[in-house]
T-cell receptor, first 112, second 113 residues
Framework: DSGVTQTPKHLITATGQRVTLRCSPRSGDLSVYWYQQSLDQGLQFLIHYYNGEERAKGNILERFSAQQFPDLHSELNLSSLELGDSALYFC???????????FGEGSRLTVL | AQSVTQPDIHITVSEGASLELRCNYSYGATPYLFWYVQSPGQGLQLLLKYFSGDTLVQGIKGFEAEFKRSQSSFNLRKPSVHWSDAAEYFCAVVIYNTDKLIFGTGTRLQVFP
């Protein structure tokens, strides 16, 4: 158990819909990262937040947005969903050492 | 651009055999390099890391990796593989002057009894 909690574990929805994925980081970790894992794209870095502020953006679509709240939990919002958005979305937290991430078990999104 | 390449998509070994998973990096300076493992249905777990210093680094679960600047490589090794090592292994690099951790495409390890 990494200490990072992601909900929901599985989500099935239809094209055009909007979903929110939630992440609770390990106690004390200020950094939260979001990654997308799919068969064709592999593990793609989406976005990084540190103590409520956006620190870095990766290959995140404009239809996607994220935020980190004062209690340090984070949400990833995916809107106008397309079939190609079906993937495993991981959240990871870090105590601050570069590259040392603790991953949740992921949220599997299926868009039908 | 800084990146890591894992040339082997799938590797099969027998239990008890030695293992080496390849990783090549593209980077100007000394990179921060990592190996992560993803067991089926699980998130990723850090196996080991290299920042500087001793080029042979030890990790968890009996894994080690060697940084070779001359070959731009950071290969993961284990002297004797156990069936529970079957998983996907990812090499990763931190992009210089950022906190971005970029992953390779992964190597799936299958272990036969």
């Amino acid at each position: 158990d990494s200490g990072v909690t992601q909900t929901p574990k599985h989500l099935i929805t239809a094209t055009g819909q909007r979903v929110t994925l939630r992440c609770s980081p390990r106690s004390g970790d200020l950094s939260v990262y979001w990654y997308q894992q799919s068969l064709d794209q592999g593990l793609q870095f989406l976005i990084h937040y540190y103590n409520g502020e956006e620190r870095a953006k990766g290959n995140i679509l404009e239809r996607f947005s994220a935020q980190q709240f004062p209690d340090l939990h984070s949400e990833l919002n995916l809107s106008s969903l397309e079939l190609g958005d079906s993937a495993l979305y991981f959240c990871a937290s870090s105590p601050g050492d570069p590259g040392e991430l603790f991953f949740g078990e992921g949220s599997r999104l299926t868009v039908l | 651009a800084q990146s890591v390449t894992q040339p082997d998509i799938h590797i099969t070994v027998s239990e008890g055999a030695s293992l080496e998973l390849r990783c090549n990096y593209s980077y100007g300076a000394t990179p921060y390099l990592f190996w992560y493992v993803q067991s089926p249905g699980q998130g990723l777990q850090l196996l080991l890391k290299y920042f500087s210093g001793d080029t042979l680094v030890q990790g968890i679960k009996g894994f080690e990796a060697e940084f070779k600047r001359s070959q731009s490589s950071f290969n993961l090794r284990k002297p004797s593989v156990h069936w529970s090592d079957a998983a996907e292994y990812f090499c990763a690099v931190v992009i210089y002057n950022t906190d971005k951790l970029i992953f390779g495409t992964g190597t799936r390890l299958q272990v036969f009894p």
